[in-house]
């Protein structure tokens, strides 16, 4: 099975959780791509009930293999930094409330 070529090789997937769904407040759908960005694409991945809000990305390939090794505050900085950019605004962080990583390029058997 080691031998077995998988996509999520590269990939690093990333949530940033929030206190509430911001960017539906603001008419946005909270999905998105951004070709050359470190988050690829960006999923809206919040409960139908509104709770638990979040958004999920994905970091692949090169980018992911350039951030593999950094500590997760380093990483949600990245993150976050791409966020403000991509909704032109920075005051989605006053309601994050946690930030994670699954890093499948390093974490997981089989990947590789």
Not at 28 to 45: H, M, Q, R, T, Y
Not at 84 to 100: E, L, P
């Amino acid at each position: 099975m080691a031998q077995t070529p998988t996509w999520m090789e590269s990939t690093i997937k990333v949530a940033v959780e929030y206190s509430r769904p911001w960017w539906r407040d603001a008419g946005l759908s909270g999905s998105g791509f951004a070709p050359g960005g470190l988050v690829g694409e960006l999923w809206d991945n919040t409960g139908e009930d509104g709770t638990s809000a979040a958004l999920c990305g994905f970091i692949i390939g090169d980018a992911a293999e350039d951030v593999a090794r950094l500590e997760d505050v380093q990483l949600r900085e990245l993150v976050l930094a791409q966020f403000d950019r991509m909704f032109g605004s920075s005051k989605h962080r006053d309601a994050v409330t946690r930030f994670s990583a699954g890093r499948w390029i390093a974490d997981v058997p089989f990947t590789r």
